[in-house]
T-cell receptor, first 111, second 117 residues
Framework: QKEVEQDPGPLSVPEGAIVSLNCTYS??????FMWYRQYSRKGPELLMY????GNKEDGRFTAQVDKSSKYISLFIRDSQPSDSATYLC???????????FGRGTSLIVHP | GAVVSQHPSWVICKSGTSVKIECRSL??????MFWYRQFPKQSLMLMAT?????????EQGVEKDKFLINHASLTLSTLTVTSAHPEDSSFYIC?????????????FGPGTRLLVL
């Protein structure tokens, strides 16, 4: 079992839809949970991060972590075509902060 | 703030030649930089951790003599792919750590696409 699992997709949704992106992990030491967005042929950019379990909202994006089930989610409200990208979940332990990346979920938001 | 650049953005070379990729933190100093490799539709794989003024720490399975890393200053790290072969063709991405709020996070460069013929 890989440390971080993501469905690669692609996930195709119409503009304005609510998008749910999910990720599971196996390492109990992970305490920081980051989401990166990567456009085609570009480096990843940090979207947001959360510490431990709970929710965090940033504009149209909400990150949710359930450490008991080792399940991470990213919700995007009112999705836009510009949200079309690959979303990488990347948890990290408190000691190193070096994230372990999932393979990413490709999201396509069509007008 | 926290901008990381890479040069070149893409390179094509013949098998057997060496290729150098530069990674720069433009508006901050980075004690630690990281080098990743990403194959199509795959996750980022950490190759090595580069610390200014000391030898790089390589991940298991990464040949340190093939992927030479030099972190000469707090704003520059270079990755040299020596005697490149077609299987080295990949997307190489560097990152540098910088604080975002209370978390020391990684900021990524735009990547360098290497094609070895």
């Amino acid at each position: 079992q890989k440390e971080v699992e993501q469905d690669p997709g692609p996930l195709s949704v119409p503009e304005g839809a609510i998008v749910s992106l999910n990720c599971t992990y196996s390492n109990s030491a992970f305490q920081y949970f980051m989401w990166y967005r990567q456009y085609s042929r570009k480096g990843p950019e940090l979207l947001m991060y959360t510490y431990s379990s709970g929710n965090k909202e940033d504009g149209r994006f909400t990150a949710q972590v359930d450490k008991s089930s080792k399940y991470i989610s990213l919700f995007i409200r009112d999705s836009q075509p510009s949200d079309s990208a690959t979303y990488l979940c990347a948890p990290a332990s408190g000691g190193s902060y070096i994230p372990t990346f999932g393979r990413g979920t490709s999201l396509i938001v069509h007008p | 703030g926290a901008v990381v650049s890479q040069h070149p953005s893409w390179v094509i070379c013949k098998s057997g030649t060496s290729v150098k990729i530069e990674c720069r933190s433009l508006d901050f100093q980075a004690t630690t930089m990281f080098w990743y490799r990403q194959f199509p539709k795959q996750s980022l794989m950490l190759m090595a951790t580069s610390n200014e003024g000391s030898k790089a720490t390589y991940e298991q399975g990464v040949e340190k003599d093939k992927f030479l890393i030099n972190h000469a200053s707090l704003t520059l790290s270079t990755l040299t792919v020596t005697s490149a072969h077609p299987e080295d063709s990949s997307f190489y991405i560097c990152s540098a750590t910088h604080f975002r709020g209370s978390l020391e996070t990684q900021y990524f460069g735009p990547g360098t696409r290497l094609l070895v013929l």
